[in-house]
């Protein structure tokens, strides 16, 4: 009996040491921020000393970045054949319909306030009614202050405008050159139509629907000596993005590449005097290599995050899989670069009262 007894008071006193090292250890760890350096030598029988917290826990600031913008480029498909291209048709797949919502979703979740559709050429899934549907269900269903597309602007329709306009915050077109006979050099054509013929009526129709228009142009071996003032000011964009030529190993330089864009590439000095010569232009908002490599978060057609830290594109797991968190730790994201090439910037359409 006696032994019994004292069986349950030596299990009853090991439960009790247990607790004591588990609030010990507690106390521990959660006064090492404090950086008190109290010499806590703990001698309790099977306790062991916890080690070093992990480094995010002691410097505090190495949490995963806030996906506050992202660039979704839901297909690699595309009717153009930019010689410069970086993100190629290396692959067909586009995620179903409900599935993409899903990822979305999750990315709002995750602090999502402005979603960019890129490609490829996003107009090229079911006529532009994939990205149409996006576009309604980010606005209306997930009330995200920005929903933008980048385009090359050949497969846009009046009636996608009549349907989905009122969703869209802002359409950015891709435009390099304003002489044809260069877009043909750069590939940024197919078939008879004229590029920059369009590019004026698409203007139009983002007037006539209230989407703010936005022209992307990327400046490189020949563009770099276009005077574009006269024709930037005449379409009065809210923005002109001006991006340097940007070499991607894998995409458009390298042995798996499927473009050669080594010809397209500038120096530094040749994109700083392009700049110079369109330095009064409002609008323009220039982004040189080392500003756009690292702050961008891209979201490719799996929607995994893209790092090109390392010069190509290395994959995360698909945000689908481990969740949005997770997955963009492995992303390479700058977010201080990102605020500083600006890339926070008054971004809904209900907030710039424009003239349309």
Same mark, same amino acid.
């Given at each position: 009996?006696?032994?019994?007894?004292?069986?349950?008071?030596?299990?009853?006193?090991?439960?009790?040491?247990?607790?004591?090292?588990?609030?010990?250890?507690?106390?521990?760890?959660?006064?090492?921020?404090?950086?008190?350096?109290?010499?806590?030598?703990?001698?309790?029988?099977?306790?062991?000393?916890?080690?070093?917290?992990?480094?995010?826990?002691?410097?505090? /600031? /190495?949490?995963?970045?806030?996906?506050?913008?992202?660039?979704?480029?839901?297909?690699?498909?595309?009717?153009?054949?930019? #010689?410069?291209?970086?993100?190629?048709?290396?692959?067909?797949?586009?995620?179903?319909?409900?599935?993409?919502? &899903? !990822?979305?979703?999750?990315?709002?979740?995750?602090?999502?306030?402005?979603?960019?559709?890129?490609?490829?050429?996003?107009?090229?899934? /079911?006529?532009?009614?994939?990205?149409?549907?996006?576009?309604?269900?980010?606005?209306?269903?997930?009330?995200?202050?920005?929903?933008?597309?980048?385009?090359?602007?050949?497969?846009? &329709?009046?009636?996608?405008?009549?349907?989905? #306009?009122?969703?869209?915050?802002?359409?950015?077109?891709?435009?390099?050159?304003?002489?044809?006979?260069? %877009?043909?050099?750069?590939?940024?054509?197919?078939?008879?139509?004229?590029?920059?013929?369009?590019?004026?009526?698409?203007?139009?129709?983002?007037?006539?629907?209230?989407?703010?228009?936005?022209?992307?142009?990327?400046?490189?071996?020949?563009?770099?000596?276009?005077?574009?003032? *006269?024709?930037?000011?005449?379409?009065?964009?809210?923005?002109?993005?001006?991006?340097?030529?940007?070499?991607?190993?894998?995409?458009?330089?390298?042995?798996?590449?499927?473009?050669?864009? *080594?010809?397209?590439?500038?120096?530094?000095? /040749?994109?700083?005097?392009?700049?110079?010569?369109?330095?009064?232009?409002?609008?323009?908002?220039?982004?040189? %290599?080392?500003?756009?490599?690292?702050?961008?978060?891209?979201?490719?057609?799996?929607?995994?995050?893209? %790092?090109?830290?390392?010069? &190509?594109? *290395?994959?995360?797991?698909?945000?689908?899989?481990? !969740?949005?968190?997770?997955?963009?730790?492995?992303?390479?994201?700058?977010?201080?670069?990102?605020?500083k090439r600006g890339g926070k910037y008054v971004w809904s359409k209900a907030d710039m009262k424009l003239d349309w």
């Amino acid at each position: 009996m006696q032994l019994v007894l004292l069986a349950r008071l030596l299990s009853v006193g090991r439960a009790v040491l247990a607790a004591l090292r588990g609030r010990l250890g507690a106390l521990c760890w959660s006064l090492a921020p404090l950086s008190l350096s109290l010499p806590l030598s703990l001698s309790l029988p099977g306790w062991r000393d916890p080690g070093p917290r992990p480094q995010r826990e002691q410097e505090g /600031d /190495d949490a995963p970045p806030t996906p506050t913008s992202v660039n979704y480029h839901f297909t690699r498909q595309c009717n153009y054949k930019c #010689g410069f291209c970086f993100h190629t048709a290396k692959t067909s797949f586009v995620l179903p319909l409900e599935e993409a919502k &899903r !990822g979305l979703a999750m990315l709002k979740e995750g602090g999502m306030e402005k979603i960019n559709f890129s490609g490829g050429e996003p107009f090229l899934q /079911d006529r532009g009614e994939f990205v149409g549907k996006l576009v309604q269900f980010c606005k209306q269903e997930l009330e995200l202050p920005s929903v933008s597309i980048v385009s090359n602007g050949s497969l846009i &329709r009046k009636q996608w405008f009549e349907k989905y #306009g009122e969703y869209l915050d802002i359409l950015a077109i891709s435009c390099d050159s304003f002489d044809e006979d260069v %877009n043909v050099l750069i590939g940024r054509r197919q078939g008879k139509k004229n590029h920059v013929e369009n590019l004026h009526k698409l203007r139009q129709w983002c007037r006539e629907y209230a989407v703010a228009f936005k022209i992307n142009s990327v400046i490189n071996r020949f563009n770099v000596e276009e005077d574009m003032n *006269e024709q930037i000011k005449a379409l009065n964009p809210v923005r002109w993005k001006v991006f340097q030529c940007l070499l991607i190993e894998g995409e458009n330089s390298g042995e798996d590449a499927l473009r050669e864009a *080594e010809k397209f590439v500038i120096s530094d000095e /040749d994109f700083d005097r392009f700049l110079d010569r369109h330095k009064d232009v409002s609008c323009l908002v220039p982004e040189s %290599n080392q500003k756009m490599r690292d702050s961008y978060l891209i979201l490719d057609e799996y929607m995994r995050f893209l %790092n090109c830290r390392n010069g &190509r594109k *290395e994959p995360s797991k698909s945000i689908l899989d481990v !969740g949005v968190e997770a997955a963009i730790k492995f992303s390479g994201f700058d977010e201080k670069m990102f605020l500083k090439r600006g890339g926070k910037y008054v971004w809904s359409k209900a907030d710039m009262k424009l003239d349309w």
